[in-house]
């Protein structure tokens, strides 16, 4: 999972790289994860687009900060930090899961 959001969080200030630069900074285990857009027919989703994902961790629409994580023999612990709510977190939620699959 760091491996994901390592370049999401670094990009979070500056410049946020176009769609096609993406997939360079991001592990293939989670690439392979992702639904091709064009595969898209309804709003119930199993799985994110990679735009999709990346259109609700873009900075402006984020409305949480991370604030940390620990680790430990079988748990993670997430902290996230709110900025208003409601706080979206389904694309967080989602890379969650197929993390741990």
């Not at 857009?37 to 735009?51: E, F, K, Y």
């Not at 629409?61 to 409601?86: C, H, V």
């Amino acid at each position: 999972m760091r491996e994901v959001l390592e370049p999401v969080l670094r990009h979070s200030s500056g410049e946020w790289p176009a769609l096609s630069e993406w997939p360079a900074e991001l592990p293939q285990w989670f690439l392979r994860q992702c639904v091709d857009d064009t595969q898209l027919r309804d709003c119930v989703l199993d799985r994110w687009s990679l735009r999709g994902w990346l259109y609700w961790l873009h900075p402006d629409r984020r409305k949480w900060r991370w604030a940390g994580a620990g680790a430990g023999t079988d748990e993670l612990r997430i902290q996230l930090q709110p900025l208003e709510r409601p706080y979206l977190r389904g694309a967080l939620e989602w890379l969650l899961k197929v993390a741990s699959a």
